[in-house]
């Protein structure tokens, strides 16, 4: 880029009219969002995992329970997992079917494994022999699906391609059990060329892709600036394209969401799991499974009903994400039963309800009790759509706070008048006896105006428990426009006549604290309740012979979570000067539990902050204080405790499974982060 472009665009960045994430392709908000646009329409995906791993269909060695990780968990050398490649003739392959199954189901795009962690890929190559070209099949896999999405039409083809690579010889990250496989002459470099190479075969061969959903990016062998730059080389080969935030290292977990605007990537991806509230302005996509596998497993019966998935796209729409449900096609090319069950069952609610999915938005309750709300702007006036999950035995669907004025109500299926009343804030919608789809109803509410939602109050304050004395605040999220908050700490529920909130107070007892938002005389909100109790932490401890660090017991096993580590024989221990994984540091299936105390600077409230991968758990003073356990990522939880001044006891436990690892604790006060003294007894 010329120098004097450079100058402007940074100008431009720094007046934060440009995104200025990423300057080769910085773009204003509203080219992003016209970028965005066909995918957040779309609302609903099919993930397709498909390769080599089908053939196994999850057994090996006496074992079932294996995915599309099984090169790696079933522990197969290269060469014996090669061998598959002989084997790969998925004669009953059939794109037309495949996109057409997609578009009945109401999926508006599929994103499909171009190359997963195997290496093996699904096209024909020009990079490697490792491709479907070299199989009994030999047919290009990717171009059949992209020639049966132009002829089918209304179904966007998008590639998953991952990042780690078990295959190629430059790809120096070794499997820690792949001791046959020496990095002898292995080239990163070379392998970064050899990734952009088959990514610009994917970008530029196959027509219009929509989405490159990268992933495998967690190892250290993948860096922040590699992400930065692999962005912005696929945007440069096709400006238009959508990239998930798996390109490059800004993912949290599991939970997905991107730490900080300086990683790249347009959109998060939570997996197997969907965020507890909508996050406004941010694009994600919850990607799950049907049963527990992503790759295809025949001994994995374990599906998700068609009711709980219906309900969980539209739990994730009322978020305002985007859903991709995946499937695990078998070895010869067809998509199991189950899964072709669930895509009909879906298709047959979408056909009638997908209006309530695509190109909505988040809802604009804070909660729903009888289900999830839908939205969508009609010019000056706005729709809402209720998902109804629990149909009111009263025949009564209500919400009380509802600023709008109210136009019409109906079923979005078939379109017969729901009878309402609209009473100051309160809606009352007069259902039939039976809900028309058990599974869920959508309602269909006309409002004028953008909706205006008096939301309940959120009680604030450092913890729930307090030694001596507890600063509460409160807060009215959302447009409020006219509402006057109002509380109690008497134990009463909040009145028209109960004291106007005016900013954060002050308690010294047990205390209810309730508050409620008013219009005049009108209650417009819930009422929100929160407990806070004055308590005596336990006395410090006092011990001789302490010596500065902490005590690491290691244990060895391969567990899915924490083990009762009570009725395990340690394999060793050392005194470490902080919670780490010590000597265990790049093994596999290991356990470690540390004991020691922390010094206390005064009597206070603590908050500890535990990120482990995988799972791990925290004990202050024998109780349990945070919970990270599990196999996962990198992730961190928190938790507070109040504690006297002096020495705290702390007990963590941690259990590494395979692949990445970590562990650490930081703890902060009211005052900010805080750095602690470890003491433990030999
Ligand atoms: O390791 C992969 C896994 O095989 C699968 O592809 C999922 C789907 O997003 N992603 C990774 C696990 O987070």
Same mark, same amino acid.
């Given at each position: 880029m010329p120098n004097t472009l450079h100058r402007f665009v940074l100008a431009v960045c720094l007046a934060g009219i440009l995104s200025p994430a990423f300057a080769q392709h910085a773009e204003t908000p509203a080219q992003h969002d016209q970028r965005m646009a066909w995918w957040r329409e779309a609302r609903f995906g099919m993930f397709i995992h498909w390769g080599l791993y089908a053939i196994p269909a999850g057994e090996w060695g #006496?074992?079932? /329970?294996? #995915?599309?990780?099984?090169?790696? *968990?079933a522990q197969i050398p290269l060469e014996t997992y090669d061998q598959f490649v002989h084997q790969f003739n998925p004669t009953a392959f059939n794109a037309e079917a495949w996109v057409q199954m997609a578009k009945d189901a109401g999926m508006k795009y599929i +994103?499909?494994?171009?190359?997963?962690?195997?290496?093996?890929?699904?096209?024909? *190559?020009?990079?490697?022999d490792f491709d479907v070209a070299s199989t009994p099949f030999r047919r290009d896999i990717l171009k059949e699906l992209a020639d049966a999405c132009r002829k089918i039409g209304g179904v966007k083809l998008c590639f998953y391609h991952s990042i780690m690579d078990w295959h190629h010889p430059d790809y120096t990250l070794r499997r820690g059990w792949e001791k046959d496989r020496p990095l002898v002459g292995a080239d990163r470099a070379r392998f970064i060329i050899y990734l952009k190479n088959q990514l610009k075969e994917l970008v530029t061969s196959y027509g219009d892709i929509g989405v490159l959903w990268f992933d495998g990016e967690w190892e250290e062998f993948w860096t922040h600036a590699d992400g930065k730059d692999l962005y912005n080389y696929v945007r440069s080969l096709k400006p238009d394209i959508i990239v998930n935030n798996r390109v490059d290292k800004g993912r949290g977990g599991m939970a997905g969401m991107t730490s900080s605007s300086e990683y790249a990537g347009d959109f998060g991806t939570p997996e197997q799991e969907i965020p507890e509230t909508g996050l406004p302005g941010v694009d994600w996509e919850s990607c799950m499974t049907m049963n527990d596998n992503w790759g295809y497993n025949k001994n994995d019966l374990h599906f998700k009903t068609s009711e709980d998935l219906l309900r969980k796209l539209a739990d994730i729409a009322s978020k305002g994400g985007n859903f991709l449900l995946n499937i695990g096609p078998k070895a010869d090319g067809t998509f199991p039963q189950q899964s072709i069950d669930r895509l009909r069952d879906i298709g047959a609610w979408m056909r009638l309800n997908g209006e309530s999915i695509y190109g909505t938005s988040a809802s604009p309750f804070h909660h729903t009790d009888w289900g999830r709300v839908t939205q969508k702007s009609l010019g000056k006036n706005s729709r809402l759509y209720f998902h109804v999950f629990?149909?009111?035995k009263s025949g009564l669907l209500e919400v009380h706070n509802l600023g709008n004025t109210v136009t019409k109500a109906y079923l979005l299926a078939g379109g017969q008048a729901v009878p309402f009343r609209k009473k100051g804030f309160s809606l009352s919608l007069q259902l039939p006896a039976a809900a028309p789809d058990p599974v869920n109803t959508v309602i269909v509410v006309e409002i004028k105006g953008a909706p205006e939602v008096f939301h309940t109050p959120q009680i604030e304050a450092y913890h729930t428990e307090f030694i001596s004395a507890m600063e509460v605040a409160l807060s009215l999220p959302g447009r409020q426009g006219k509402a006057v908050l109002r509380y109690t700490t008497d134990g009463t529920t909040p009145g028209p006549k109960s004291a106007v909130y005016r900013g954060p107070f002050k308690i010294n007892k047990n205390t209810l604290v309730q508050a409620r938002s008013? +219009? #005049?005389?009108? !209650?417009?909100?819930?009422?929100?309740? =929160? =407990?806070?109790?004055? +308590?005596? %932490? !336990? &006395? %410090?401890a006092s011990i001789e012979g302490a010596v500065p660090g902490i005590k690491a017991v290691y244990y060895e096993g391969n567990w899915d979570k924490l083990p009762d580590f009570k009725t395990l024989k340690p394999v060793g221990e050392e005194i470490l !000067?902080? %919670?780490g994984t010590g000597r265990m540091a790049g093994k596999d299936h290991y356990g470690i539990v540390f004991e020691g105390y922390i010094d206390i600077p005064a009597d206070d409230i603590y908050r500890f902050i535990l990120a482990s991968d995988d799972g791990s758990r925290l004990y202050v003073n024998n109780r349990l204080v945070v919970d990270n356990d599990g196999l996962h990522g990198a992730r961190e939880v928190g938790g &507070? +405790?109040? $504690? $006297?001044? #002096?020495? /705290?006891a702390i007990r963590i436990e941690f259990f590494e499974k395979s692949g990445d690892e970590s562990l650490s604790l930081s703890f902060e006060s009211r005052n900010g982060s805080l750095k602690v003294r470890w003491r433990c007894v030999l």
């Open positions: #006496g074992a079932t /329970n294996y #995915g599309e990780w099984i090169r790696h *968990s +994103v499909i494994t171009s190359k997963h962690h195997d290496g093996f890929c699904l096209w024909d *190559s020009k990079e490697t629990d149909w009111p008013f +219009v #005049g005389k009108t !209650p417009v909100s819930e009422t929100a309740q =929160q =407990q806070f109790t004055r +308590v005596t %932490p !336990p &006395a %410090p !000067p902080s %919670p &507070a +405790v109040p $504690l $006297l001044k #002096g020495l /705290n």
